[in-house]
């Protein structure tokens, strides 16, 4: 399980009791300025053929909350293969206004036709959804460890 415990980072957490959760180690810190107070996960990691792929949200130092990505090993789910170095997805000029504006944020993703499909929110005003194609994405995570 992904979680964020101290609110800032993202921790992963391992039990054989699916409703006990007593240990969690530290899995990702803020690494660039776009996550720079907070790095989470948007949704359940999405098993691909390359690893696991976890959305993430990141709110930086400019009070934007972005969409980044990230890549971890199948075997080994606590070792990071790669990050986006930038955000996957934020706020446009249209997105920005609303009741909590520059914010875009998801629940969830899933592949579909080897394209990843991310429905989203901005701004909590409005939704839509959009597509990346999953094997550009994935070599940019692998590209960038």
Do not use: H
């Not at 990702?28 to 792929?53: A, D, V």
């Not at 606590?78 to 990050?83: A, F, V």
């Amino acid at each position: 399980m992904l979680c964020r415990l101290d609110g800032f980072n993202n921790y992963i957490a391992f039990s054989n009791n699916f409703s006990i959760w007593r240990e969690a180690k530290l899995l990702q810190q803020s690494k660039f300025s776009w996550e720079f107070f907070q790095i989470g996960n948007f949704g359940s990691p999405i098993e691909s053929p390359e690893g696991w792929l976890v959305i993430t949200p990141g709110f930086g130092s400019m009070r934007v909350y972005v969409l980044g990505a990230s890549l971890f090993d199948l075997q080994n789910p606590e070792k990071e293969i790669g990050r986006l170095q930038s955000p996957l997805l934020m706020p446009n000029s249209e997105d920005r206004e609303g009741y909590v504006p520059n914010v875009v944020y998801s629940c969830g993703s899933m592949i579909n036709s080897n394209e990843l499909i991310i429905p989203y929110a901005m701004s909590d005003y409005a939704s839509t959804y959009a597509t990346v194609n999953l094997v550009e994405l994935l070599n940019e995570l692998k590209n960038n460890k």
